[in-house]
């Protein structure tokens, strides 16, 4: 008998094969695509024994999460729901973005879905697992396959999380170590969905930026009796074996299906042999049931993306992400202004956060703002020093790395995962970071207000909540430090800016340089 495990992670609300950048865009990803792709396996595999898990991250990322979880009514609310429903998750464990907007818009949510949600470590104050049971059994067959559920610590940076009252995380290995042995006793097959990846290769090497966020090559060398371990939370696309046990993870926003079989013995319920594959979503044309269910949904998110906003005068928009990073555009230095007009300082720091964002174009609409801000994270306005200011900027020249005698992106912000939102811009100051040199020393020229900026001085930035909190390895931002906050995001930010400003300027002082000599 063959028991096979389908499952998704981080399709972070990619109902529709399509990324909004424009209106008529057509991607080889999507709930949709995943669906079709999921029902022909069915239909080519009619002895296999089939479950469906769905591994976390799927109230947050998109134009259509966001729009859903602030704008829509019930109907379109409802009809989101439907379409994860539609694809029969019986498994569900809870990625860090699911707390983006709120606990009592996640709770509910999973009141909502039909699939049983799992996850061991999301703890109240007596280390008692809360949200969700810790793991579930399924019995196919006659044999009882359990999944235990795990969601990264570092769910902890986000900002929604650090509001809920009795609310805490247990390191993964510790949730391991209290109910995989339970877990053994009951089932015949033990499986771990962990939100979450891998911080070493199969040989051991640490390929991880950030140090305790991923944590599944300690949980399968330190933890015996796993039998496989569906991953997420670094959108990378894997079908492996770690310490021979099948381990999976199937990229970002439905673009493949982790999929693990279990061959097992009929007389003793005992695995004879397992296998793990990844299932392109991109040859599956997109679910037509789903797309009807989504239609009315879909139809309200484009009238909202497409409303006219404000007209510039000159451009906001640039082609080249990467030399965007280099070179200040108007766009960056706009967003900046508007950050700076909300919180009342005179610096600001805001990032590129993906390489689909090109800027705004004209008339401005919620489009171009959802695009480019899809991350429901809110500003505050800091209290630093000019040391803490150069010690920012020399964590984000990380960022660069030299080769060739050219700046090129360093290899850790792309792989595990892309991390385009941890190099931040800075607007206010006058800055160079010389590249060539080495890390820690690259700072080569900082000034406010025309004097160069001295370790006590006191200055006021104004930073994203999850960057002032310490995020993306930014120790020197700490939230002693916040004197003020908002709690609207940053896209609303924008939006109410522009209803200000029906006209706007691109303007750009080319405040910093990136250099390599």
Known sequence: MKITLLAT???????????????????????????????????????????????????????????????ADQADQAAFISAYNQVGYQVGTIGNHEFDYGLNYLNFMMTNSHRQFVCANIV???????????????????????????????????????????????????????????????????????????????????????????????I?????????????????????????????????????????SFNVSNHDQKITRTNSELISASDSEPDEEMGQSISRLSKHLQTWLDKPLSTIKGSLTFDDPFKARIEETAFIEFIQKIQMDKMGTDISATALYNNEAHGFEDPITMRNIITNYVYPNTLVKSRITGADLRAALEVTAKYFDVKH?????????????????????????????????????????????????????????????????????YPMF?????????????????????????VVEATNNHNFRIVSH
Request: hydrophobic content about 35%; aromatic content about 10%; proline content about 5%.
């Open 478 to 502: 700490t939230r002693d430090k916040i004197v003020a906050s908002s709690d609207t995001t940053i896209s609303q930010v924008i939006l109410e800016y522009l209803e200000q400003h029906p």
């Open 220 to 260: 399968l060398k330190h933890i015996k009796g796993i039998d496989a371990l569906i991953s997420g939370h670094q959108h990378r696309k894997i079908a492996s074996r770690l310490f021979n046990v099948p381990i999976v993870q199937p990229g970002s926003r439905g673009e493949f299906i982790g999929k693990i």
């Open 405 to 473: 005698g050219a700046v090129t992106v360093n290899e850790q912000f792309m792989f595990p995962k892309e991390r385009f939102y941890n190099y931040d811009m800075y607007e206010g100051i006058d800055y160079t970071l010389n590249i060539s040199n080495p890390v820690g020393s690259r700072v080569t020229e900082l000034k406010y207000h025309g004097k160069d900026v001295v370790d006590d001085q006191i200055l006021y930035v104004a930073l994203n909540r999850y960057r002032a909190s310490g995020g993306g390895h």
């Open 124 to 218: 109240d104050q007596h280390n008692e697992p809360q949200l969700a049971d810790p793991y579930t059994i399924i019995e196919i067959a006659g044999v009882k396959v359990g999944f235990l559920g795990l969601t990264t610590t570092s769910t902890k940076k986000w900002k929604n999380v650090n509001d809920l009252n009795e609310f805490n995380l247990i390191p993964e290995l510790d949730a391991c170590k209290r109910y995989i042995p339970e877990l053994r006793a009951k089932a015949d097959i033990v499986v771990v969905v962990y939100h979450g990846g891998f911080e070493r290769d199969h040989t051991g090497n640490w390929n991880d930026i950030n140090p305790g966020e991923n944590r599944g090559y300690d």
């Open 9 to 71: 992670s981080d399709t972070h609300g990619f109902i529709e094969p399509t990324n909004y950048v424009d209106s008529n865009a057509d991607k080889p990803f999507g709930l949709q695509r995943d669906q079709t792709a999921i029902k022909r396996y069915a239909q080519q595999h009619p002895d296999e024994k089939i479950i469906l898990i769905d591994n976390g991250d799927f109230l947050e990322g998109s134009p259509m999460a966001y729009y859903v979880a602030k704008l």
